[in-house]
């Protein structure tokens, strides 16, 4: 599931897919249609076309999600952590 923003809508409407980077019309890359690419060598997926330098799309996907957890490193368990706080 995604939500299309003002370019792609406009896109879809139009037919055509704007490089952000020369103003040309985009192509996709093969039959699959998820990558546009220019004859000026830009090309993004479908999913970024017109998310460009926007900062909040930018932060949702460099969040990696590779499982490890920031607060707890060590991995010890909630339990661990509170027994060794009530051992005084
Ligand atoms: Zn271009």
């Known amino acids: 599931m995604s939500i299309?923003?003002?370019k792609q809508i406009?896109?879809?409407r139009s037919g055509k897919y704007i490089c952000s980077k020369?103003?040309?019309v985009m192509e996709f890359?093969?039959?699959w249609e998820d990558t546009l690419v220019c004859s000026c060598g830009h090309n993004i997926g479908l999913d970024?076309?017109?998310c460009?330098?926007?900062e909040k799309?930018?932060?949702l996907y460099s969040d990696e999600n590779d499982g490890w957890d920031e607060d707890n490193?060590?991995?010890e368990t909630y339990d661990e952590v509170c027994g060794e706080l009530e051992d005084d």
């Open 10 to 12: 406009e896109a879809m």
């Open 73 to 75: 490193p060590e991995g």
């Open 52 to 54: 460009e330098g926007d």
């Open 57 to 59: 799309y930018e932060n």
């Open 4 to 6: 299309f923003n003002e």
């Open 29 to 31: 890359e093969d039959e």
């Open 22 to 24: 020369c103003g040309r």
């Open 48 to 50: 970024e076309y017109g």
